[in-house]
């Protein structure tokens, strides 16, 4: 009699739950945090916020982490997501430290580690300044250097490989001038430029030119001469190898140059910023630190990270489209 | 059935002459090394021929020269009475590797030619046909290291005939292969060949490879390389590989090579 009335919960255990524990420590996780965030009351030591940002950002991440399963069909997008999963419980465990150290019993000096609330904060209200000012500044800073450098190290390196007279006379050239950190040049540069902003769009060509240069070069000379035999026995003339042999045979490598010259293009954009061009995120960070506003150049470090590994995928998106052709690449 | 009657053929279109071409390389201790002696050869358009020989009998550095990636030292190379200067799309090229660009497709490395002569877009119907011809029909979109040694080297010889060329030079085509795909190439080959009608000349260190497929056998020998003898292969194809007449022509070219080895009659017998 009473097993059959409990008939109806033994049914409901024994189907397939929906967010187990164990598949789900992210959803639990970040349950936790907001409910620590709720429960305990932040010691008043931190400046307040005008609404509970970081409440609204758990709650966002919360939706997402309990809608994925409904959300996500497939097999694989389940297991993907299921993969990442105790990441992101770590991630959530992480924040709940901070704001337990930082707003709710301030274990570390208040001045130097901001609330999660306040940082959020910043990035909302600060949103048009921040980043579509900035970032935008930033960004032109960035796109211009890097195509210029590009380009000027594709040229480069494309001339060394295929000319002697051109090996001769660059090489030494790029020998001496390339292993100069690009941000050694900035007092000679900020006299010889007519404007700030042309002096760092130089600079950071420059540490694109280099890395770019050197393995478009050694790209080249490493093909090996039998597809160059082979394609002139197939009628084709220097320029047809050049373009159609040499360079894509050195596509590889290419892309590492291309790869290293990003990473150093991020380098040197911020030093640029935050010595000599008065905008951007480079010169925010650096400004909201003389002024003390920590919370900002928190914000500042999010957008940047959030910017710069987003330019780095698009960066590796668009070269396993290039080098579909190559047997087992290196991942990003 | 496959003309082999060279005297039988019209066209003059493929013939090679050599006229006693000598080639020599610097060596590192600022000698020089003679790689090739005095060689005279003349080879009939639409003839197959191949150049047997040890390493070093400068064989490979004949097809070179022929091929134009290489220049004579003294002599003179022609092609339908012009003097060969440089590489060009007349003379198709096959490696023992197949060196496809593996940055290309399969349907772009055949076109490749195409492409290099300007005429793609007026003959991008052959990609397709040469493709059939070498039974790849159906392998245009798959890239180079998706494809077995023997399918990426019937890729590169339908590369190199697309360009229509008046020779090829193959420089032991099928050296990579394994036995069974070998013979299956072989037949291949000669199939290519009855449909095009061009010149072969072909290296290769194998004896049985050089008696089926050729009109002629060049034997070379090395230092200096020179040819030793030149033997003609009388039987008419389709040939058959257990024909008991090789066997014969085997040990001649191997004793010429002094590789057919002496069996010594025992002293005595009890």
Redo the contacts between chains.
């Keep these: 009699m009473v097993k059959s009335l409990l008939l109806p919960l033994y049914r409901l255990k024994s189907q397939p739950r929906l967010w187990p524990i164990r598949d789900h420590l992210a959803l639990w996780a970040g349950l936790l945090a907001l409910i620590l965030e709720l429960s305990l009351r932040s010691s008043g030591l931190h400046p307040a916020v005008e609404r509970p940002y970081f409440q609204y950002f758990l709650i966002l991440t919360l939706v997402y982490f309990a809608g994925w399963p409904l959300i996500a069909r497939s097999p694989a997008q389940r297991a993907k997501m299921l993969n990442k999963d105790n990441f992101y419980a770590v991630a959530f465990l992480f924040l709940s430290a901070l704001n337990l150290a930082t707003s709710k019993y301030t274990l570390i000096p208040a001045i130097f580690f901001p609330t999660p609330d306040r940082i959020l904060a910043v990035l909302v209200e600060d949103f048009n300044y921040l980043i579509l000012e900035c970032l935008f500044s930033s960004g032109k800073l960035l796109l211009t250097g890097f195509f210029s450098g590009a380009l000027a190290g594709l040229i480069t390196g494309v001339a060394i490989g295929f000319s002697k007279p051109a090996a001769y006379w660059l090489n030494p050239l790029i020998k001496i001038l390339g292993p100069i950190p690009p941000t050694a040049w900035i007092p000679i540069v900020l006299v010889a430029f007519p404007t700030t902003w042309t002096g760092a769009v130089f600079l950071i060509a420059l540490s694109v030119w280099f890395p770019t240069s050197v393995m478009t070069s050694s790209g080249i000379l490493n093909v090996q001469n039998a597809y160059f035999e082979v394609s002139s026995a197939l009628g084709a003339k220097r320029i047809y190898q050049i373009f159609l042999v040499g360079i894509p045979a050195a596509m590889p490598l290419i892309f590492t140059g291309l790869f290293s010259g990003a990473c150093s293009s991020f380098l040197t954009l911020m030093t640029a910023e935050m010595v000599g061009v008065k905008n951007g995120i480079g010169w925010y960070i650096n400004w909201q630190r003389e002024m003390l506003s920590y919370a900002n150049v928190y914000a500042g470090l999010i957008v940047i990270a959030i910017s710069f590994y987003s330019l780095i995928t698009l960066f590796f998106k668009i070269r396993d489209r290039v080098l579909v052709w190559q047997k087992g690449m290196i991942k990003w | 059935m496959v003309a082999t009657n060279v005297a039988e053929r019209v066209r003059t279109r493929g013939v090679i002459d050599i006229k006693s071409v000598s080639k020599t390389y610097p060596h590192p201790d600022g000698s020089e090394v003679l790689a090739l002696a005095k060689v005279d050869l003349t080879i009939a358009a639409g003839e197959y021929v191949s150049l047997i020989g040890p390493s070093g009998c400068g064989k490979s550095t004949l097809l070179r020269l022929i ?3 290489e220049k004579a030292s003294s002599g003179a190379l022609e092609l339908d009475g012009q003097v060969i200067d ?4 007349d ?3 096959a ?1 023992q ?1 197949p ?1 496809l ?5 399969i349907h772009n490395n055949v076109a ?2 195409l ?3 300007r005429v793609y877009h007026q003959q991008k119907h052959l990609v397709g046909q040469f493709l059939e011809l070498v039974g790849l029909g159906k392998f245009g979109q798959v ?3 998706h494809l077995s040694g023997g399918m990426a080297q019937r890729a590169s010889l339908a ?2 005939l697309i ?1 229509n060329p008046r020779v090829l ?1 193959l420089d032991e085509p099928l050296g990579a292969l394994d036995a069974f795909t070998r013979m299956t190439m072989q037949d291949e080959i000669l199939r290519i060949r009855a449909e095009n009608q061009i010149t072969m000349l072909m290296v290769t260190h194998d004896v049985d490879e050089a008696i089926y497929l050729s009109d002629r056998v060049v034997v070379m020998t090395p230092g200096p390389g020179q040819v030793e003898t030149v033997l003609n292969i009388p039987f008419p194809r389709p040939r058959a590989r257990n024909n008991p007449d090789f066997l014969s022509l085997r040990s001649q070219i191997l004793e010429i090579l002094n590789f057919a080895g002496q069996v010594e009659e025992p002293a005595y017998h009890i």
């Design positions: 091929a134009g990636l440089g590489p060009d799309a003379r198709g090229l490696f590797n060196f660009f593996p940055w290309l497709n490749f030619g492409r290099a002569r890239y180079p290291h590369r190199a360009n030079l």
